[in-house]
């Protein structure tokens, strides 16, 4: 049976939409979930997370929960680029989005996966959320946010491996994709390492299909290399 036989895709951006549209392309059913659907998903309103969950709860159990949802930038601010522009306001968008709404998506959406079955929960990170990998600083609140998001899946992996064994709980890095998240910053790119969505997209199921339980709590990039904590 494949891995998306079921899926929820959270997130209708550039990797989002993609993403489901490949598990759609490879046979599966999907629900798209995003501030637009029905029901919508805000990670800027907590409360629309439970009721998305509460919804979907008769259309279980689901195989799959991927969320694709995330914000480096905004036309109100920008990644930072010294401890000069720190502000709170920017930095608690980026956590509400990056880390607090996929922590929500867990504890409201882990009841609709299997107890006893495999399935498949995991969350867009960035390699520039690695500590140990960090050498040029900049971008405050979007590397904080994708290592907090990192710790919240190693976390939710160590509980859940006690009681969902066959389950696996992975960040994943996607790489540069040609999206809005990533368009003022392309030029600094290397050839060829620019990814179109759809490629993306299926990099990222593969990886996730190649995964166990015994991955269940890493952090792996689109080539599923794990990313250093």
């Given at each position: 049976m494949s891995d998306f036989s079921n899926a929820i895709v959270i997130?209708?951006?550039?990797i989002g939409?993609?993403?489901?549209?490949?598990?759609?392309?490879?046979?599966?059913?999907?629900?798209?979930?995003?501030?637009?659907?029905t029901p919508p998903i805000d990670f800027l309103e907590p409360a629309t997370i439970e009721a998305a969950a509460s919804a979907l709860e008769a259309q279980g159990p689901f195989d799959a929960v991927i969320i694709a949802s995330g914000?480096?930038?905004?036309?109100?601010?920008?990644?930072?680029?010294?401890?000069?522009?720190?502000?709170a306001d920017p930095l608690t968008t980026t956590f509400a989005i990056n880390t607090i709404g996929p922590a929500l998506v867990a504890r409201h959406f882990i009841?609709?996966?299997?107890?006893?079955?495999?399935?498949?929960?995991?969350?867009l990170s960035a390699r520039v959320g690695s500590i140990s990998d960090n050498r040029i600083g900049g971008w405050y609140g979007y590397r904080a946010s994708k290592a907090a998001l990192?710790?919240?899946?190693?976390?939710?992996?160590?509980?859940?491996g006690r009681t969902h064994k066959e389950g696996v709980i992975a960040a994943l890095h996607p790489g540069t994709v040609d999206t809005k998240l990533s368009e003022?910053?392309?030029?600094?790119?290397p050839d060829k390492q620019?990814?179109?969505p759809e490629k993306s997209a299926n990099h990222l199921l593969d990886v996730l299909s190649g995964l166990t339980p015994e991955d269940s709590g890493g952090?792996?990039?689109?080539a599923g290399e794990p990313v250093p904590a």
């Open positions: 997130g209708q951006g550039g939409g993609a993403i489901a549209d490949a598990i759609e392309a490879r046979g599966g059913r999907v629900t798209r979930l995003g501030r637009q659907t914000i480096l930038h905004s036309d109100a601010f920008g990644p930072e680029k010294s401890w000069r522009m720190l502000d009841p609709l996966l299997p107890r006893k079955e495999r399935f498949l929960f995991a969350a990192n710790q919240i899946i190693r976390t939710l992996a160590i509980e859940l003022p910053f392309q030029g600094n790119v620019l990814f179109s952090h792996f990039d689109w």
